[in-house]
């Protein structure tokens, strides 16, 4: 490597307690906090393997302080092997370092005046540990944007063997950094992008308004979004803010206090304080946002997606705007072999999986097209190693959501979404609804590969969140993962249902389509009535919204497709329960409030339009010979398996109906 990075000359243990002093004392301009290193580490520490430091004047270290724990010095020690350290290990120093000056925070700043700290200009000459010496993505002084193939720089020239010992390259005012072996990436200064000098006033506004709340609000942020959305890096963001505010996008500064706030009152300290205005931090984030475009980073996705989590947000001009950014910094590529730090490459396969799902679900509730294609995909599958948290980072604190189970939800968030995509990708393009896919026997015979993979996905889910069992006062945000795997469903069943409408040659067959259909619709509806207060008050992907709109939407479909007019009477029953279900639950849960406002829109809001006489028509909709009577509930296993069987024979489709299984009601996932 032609730049290497810049040691400081600083005993360790002046650089630890540097770090562990604060922003102020990096600075040079307040005095540094005074630390002391036990003897011995605490108990709790040596288990955890953490850094036991302790403040002046106080009993229990920092890291039992922050757990509300009983500091010990009870067991007996043990003989501590040698290990030789090599430069490598400085990453996972910066990380134990940032973790136990973080928790220390700014719990004695009783003030409201906000810290006036110089932002960091170049993190290669930052004093002591940091993990964002040599990041690409996050400098603080200029941005890098992806150099692809058909760009006016060549490629085979930056890779050759006369530039193969160069890993930047200087021309005039920009850098070319390359990070693999055909990854080049252009870094430009932001002094020369808009609005540049506005960024610290921007900041300081956004902090202004949280002051002097924003150290608790990060933390409500941790505990209970970053969990099962985890889109930071958390020991980084920590790092930033131990020193500064004024180190961050505004944007993503503000949105990660806005969402934070919907759990206010789930700090005891916080509760009984007035809440900062919401509608002002989103105000000064917006005007920040259309600047930050301007000079694109891992931060400016992050703040594209944290502002789409909130409700009435989900905006689709804003997704694609988001993938093109996403595109511009190189999060479409593998970046596993590159040359940057080894909690970037994980941060940015965590970022580039979220900007999928958005674009993915986006798509399907806009109904628009996806922006996102696998020819131009080479991000790997996520693994253990990109989520830096694990169990013992899990915060005690009530209210606080499980760690290790929100990395598998996002995981598993990741998983589903594919399947999706292939769902929108076959019946749901423009080609697709103009292009006939042939007859219905022919257009389950397409779909039935997707049927099966949704069956292995759920059936392959962990222990951990298919039987659900939740832990006393945590949060869980099962839920969206679950109403996501309906929403997939009922997409799927959608379509079907549409073509079986006009299916007149194929009876019986339309009778089972319906049939799987009213059973999903029914096991969805019992899923909703089977939500815990731990689920809805937890945090809610942004299609959650939509997706529990979609059953509606579903149910109206139903109904205006209905073979006899007992079917007709169901669903009208079952959309009154439905309304009344969300009505009642919504109360406290943002999700669902914005839910039924959606549904009173889209559903009743349509059905009124529906002239009287047009209802009546299509509540006593003419019985067909072969058409099935319901009566009040899905058909049993024994009538439906005696009947299915000789269908599928003359159907010659080759394996077991996929729709049966679900017409017997497996595969129900429920929380009661």
């Not at 040691?7 to 650089?15: F, L, N, V």
């Not at 940091?130 to 996050?138: A, I, N, V």
């Not at 059973?519 to 992907?541: T, V």
């Not at 406290?588 to 006489?613: F, R, W, Y």
Request: charged fraction near 25%; glycine fraction near 4%.
């Amino acid at each position: 490597m032609m730049t290497a990075n810049i040691m400081s000359s600083a005993s360790p243990d002046r650089e630890i307690g540097d770090a562990l002093a604060g922003p102020q004392a990096a600075a040079g301009i307040e005095q540094r906090v005074p630390v002391n290193r036990p003897s011995r580490p605490c108990d709790s520490c040596r288990k955890r393997k953490s850094r036991c430091e302790m403040l002046d004047g106080l009993s229990a270290c920092v890291l039992c302080q922050f757990h509300h724990r009983q500091c010990t010095f009870q067991e007996s020690i043990r003989p501590r092997k040698r290990k030789i350290t090599y430069p490598d290990d400085e990453e996972q120093e910066a990380m134990s370092v940032s973790r136990v000056a973080s928790r220390q925070g700014h719990k004695s700043s009783a003030a409201s005046a906000i810290r006036t700290v110089d932002k960091i200009d170049c993190y290669e000459n930052l004093r002591g540990p940091t993990l964002l010496r040599r990041t690409l993505g996050l400098q603080t002084n200029r941005h890098a944007t992806y150099l692809g193939p058909s760009s006016d720089f060549e490629h085979s020239l930056l890779h050759s063997e006369s530039l193969a010992s160069h890993d930047e390259i200087t021309i005039g005012p920009i850098t070319l950094r390359k990070v693999g072996s055909t990854e080049t990436f252009l870094q430009i200064h932001d002094q020369s992008t808009l609005s540049h000098p506005q960024e610290i006033s921007r900041l300081d506004a956004v902090e202004t308004v949280v002051s002097p709340h924003g150290h608790k609000l990060i933390h409500l942020y941790f505990r209970i979004v970053h969990p099962s959305f985890p889109i930071l890096h958390k020991m980084v963001w920590l790092e930033k803010y131990d020193r500064t505010h004024r180190e961050f996008s505004p944007p993503c500064l503000a949105f990660v206090y806005i969402l934070a706030l919907n759990w206010w009152t789930y700090d005891a300290e916080l509760a009984t304080l007035p809440k900062p205005d919401a509608l002002k931090l989103e105000d000064v984030a917006m005007r920040a946002w259309a600047e930050v475009v301007h000079r694109p980073k891992l931060s400016t996705i992050q703040a594209g997606l944290l502002l789409l989590q909130r409700p009435k947000r989900n905006s689709w001009t804003l997704t694609t705007q988001l993938v093109g950014i996403g595109q511009d910094i190189g999060l479409h590529l593998d970046c596993s072999h590159w040359s940057i730090p080894t909690w970037e490459k994980g941060l940015r396969k965590r970022l580039a999986w979220a900007l999928f799902m958005q674009d993915k679900w986006g798509a399907l509730v806009h109904g628009r097209p996806s922006h996102i294609h696998y020819p131009d995909w080479l991000v790997q599958p996520l693994t253990v190693e990109d989520f830096p948290e694990n169990a013992v980072d899990e915060n005690d604190e009530d209210g606080s959501a499980e760690v290790e189970k929100g990395r598998i939800l996002f995981c598993e968030m990741v998983k589903l979404t594919e399947i999706l995509s292939e769902i929108l990708s076959t019946f749901y393009t423009l080609r697709a609804q103009h292009e006939s896919l042939g007859s219905l026997r022919e257009q389950l015979a397409i779909a039935k590969p997707i049927q099966i993979r949704l069956k292995e996905w759920f059936s392959q889910l962990p222990e951990v969140i298919k039987g659900e069992d939740i832990k006393f006062r945590k949060l869980s945000s099962t839920g969206y993962l679950y109403l996501a795997y309906y929403a997939t469903e009922i997409t799927l069943h959608r379509h079907i249902i549409r073509v079986a409408s006009n299916a007149t040659d194929d009876i019986a067959l339309v009778e089972i389509c319906r049939n799987a259909a009213k059973a999903r619709l029914c096991s969805a509806i019992d899923f909703i009535k089977s939500l815990k207060p731990e689920h809805l008050q937890s945090f809610w992907y942004s299609p959650s919204c939509y997706n529990f709109s979609i059953l509606s939407a579903f149910m109206l479909l139903l109904w205006s497709t209905a073979t006899s007019t007992e079917e007709a009477a169901f669903y009208r029953q079952k959309l009154t329960e439905y309304r009344w279900i969300l009505q009642v639950s919504s109360n406290g849960s943002d999700v669902l409030e914005s839910a039924n406002a959606q549904l009173l829109l889209s559903t009743d809001g349509l059905m009124k339009l529906i002239p009287e006489k047009v209802k009546d028509q299509l509540d006593s909709p003419d019985k067909s010979p072969m058409s099935y009577d319901p009566h009040d509930g899905i058909p049993d296993a024994s009538s439906a398996t005696a009947s299915s069987p000789g269908i599928l024979q003359s159907l010659d489709i080759g394996i077991t109906f996929p729709y049966t299984e679900y017409q017997l009601g497996q595969a129900s996932p429920s929380f009661e």
